[in-house]
């Protein structure tokens, strides 16, 4: 029987304890907004004649966040949300990106670390199902479809955890089968298809 990798292949009892620096997330919450319309504003000009190819996001934040205590030991998170897109857009068979931004304002409950002891950061996800699009006007562009933004506030903690121990891999085991068949010619193998 192979061995396993583990603590010297023994998991009857615990090795040591072990402190791992990660990102925990406190507490977070998904608002979802079906068959909706984004008007987005452009960086650049979009010269006469575009027409409207797709959009995708790009990064989201979270500015100008105001935070006040509620009554059961949440905090209700004011402020406006951000998201950065790419629009591409055709003119005279040629594709051309420009940057975009759809800003809008948000009031969430939500858990905060307790006493203010860790440094949280309150963080946005965006995703845009895209339906459709059109360009309104020369910085202005208009798309329609589901989207979905992920709030949440994370904070780096150190975790004490109980472990085995570090990981004992065990030798690797290797076949005894050549690239060449006896004759030489190369091995074709039974999930390639044969030319």
Known sequence: MAVKAGCGGSFDGLCCRMVIETVRVFDGCMTVDENTTLNLATTESIPQGAEFA????????????????????????????VTDFEVTYTIDNAAYVVAASFRASREVLLRLPVG??????????????????????????????????????????DILIPTYGYCNYPPCEFCQCGCNNANGS??????????
């Open 54 to 81: 797709t959009a995708r996001v790009v990064d989201s934040r979270f500015e100008n966040v105001t935070i006040s205590d509620d009554e059961d030991g949440r905090s209700i998170v004011r402020g406006d949300i």
């Open 116 to 157: 203010g002891l860790v440094p949280y950061q309150i963080k946005v996800q965006s995703v845009f199902r895209l339906a459709g699009g059109t360009i309104v006007g020369e910085n202005a562009v208009a798309i329609t479809g589901c989207f979905i933004q992920i709030i949440k506030v994370t904070a780096p903690v």
């Open 186 to 195: 190369p091995r074709v193998f039974p999930f390639l298809p044969e030319e």
